[in-house]
Nanobody, 122 residues
Framework: QVQLVASGGGLVQAGGSLRLSCAASGRTFSSYAMGWFRQAPGKEREFVAAINWSGGSTSYADSVKGRFTISRDNAKNTVYLQMNSLKPEDTAVYYC???????????????WGQGTQVTVSS
């Protein structure tokens, strides 16, 4: 059974930065793409960023391009989301997830972490 544990969320002022981490169990982490999604209260879950198995390809939502960076360390079974220039509209629960391929749609992801809250104050 794969477990994904997200951490690093918190309260930050607008313009600040946070780095989220997602640690995965198992020995096949490096075979899978990983993604970050977020869900704000009253809204649907939305794609944020994804990275392929090697880290050589990434994809970002337009709303975070230039501000967020996804990366991975396969030796540590961990994927990261560096979030800079945070805005109040970035406030949401952030989820990491695993997929068989680089994808932006949540239907491609079959394992999900528990989520970590990010709150950006204005």
């Amino acid at each position: 059974q794969v477990q994904l544990v997200a951490s690093g969320g918190g309260l930050v002022q607008a313009g600040g930065s946070l780095r989220l981490s997602c640690a995965a169990s198992g020995r096949t982490f490096s075979s899978y793409a990983m993604g970050w999604f977020r869900q704000a209260p009253g809204k649907e879950r939305e794609f944020v960023a994804a990275i392929n198995w090697s880290g050589g390809s990434t994809s970002y939502a337009d709303s975070v391009k230039g501000r967020f960076t996804i990366s991975r360390d396969n030796a540590k079974n961990t994927v990261y989301l560096q979030m800079n220039s945070l805005k109040p509209e970035d406030t949401a629960v952030y989820y990491c997830a695993r997929a068989g391929r680089l994808a932006t749609s949540p239907e491609w992801y079959n394992y999900w972490g528990q989520g970590t809250q990010v709150t950006v104050s204005s």
